[in-house]
């Protein structure tokens, strides 16, 4: 139960951070939810990945599904030489995941080394 509520809680200050700050404020809000709230290290990361993994695919998903993957389609002509928009997705959604899972680890070995179980 504690994993989802983190999960959530990630994935929700993350969205509210975005929308004042930098994309890179995801990881300030995942370190600050693994320092809040006492997971183990391989937990803490697997709850920051995949909260930002659902957050950044499922917004990246909504965008280029409202635009007709007419953006992503050319983005993914010029990166990937391939037009496949669900390519992008994936790696748009794995990149926020792998930066909001390593923020989280942080956070979560920080709360372990000043307070050791």
Do not use: D, Q
């Not at 700050?21 to 939810?33: D, G, H, K, N, Q």
């Not at 409202?66 to 790696?91: F, Q, R």
């Not at 909001?100 to 956070?107: D, E, H, M, Q, V």
């Amino acid at each position: 139960m504690k994993w989802i509520i983190t999960v959530l809680l990630t994935a929700l200050l993350s969205f509210a951070l975005c929308l004042f700050l930098p994309w890179w404020s995801i990881a300030i809000a995942a370190f600050l939810v693994a320092l809040l709230i006492p997971l183990r290290p391989w937990k803490s990361f697997l709850s920051g990945f995949v909260a930002l993994l659902l957050l950044w695919g499922g917004g990246a998903a909504w965008i280029s599904v409202e635009n007709n993957h007419l953006l992503a389609g050319k983005i993914s002509e010029l990166i990937l030489n391939n037009n496949n928009p669900i390519v992008l997705i994936l790696i748009t959604a794995c990149i926020g995941a792998v930066v909001g899972g390593f923020a989280s680890l942080s956070g979560s070995l920080l709360r372990y080394s000043v307070h050791k179980p």
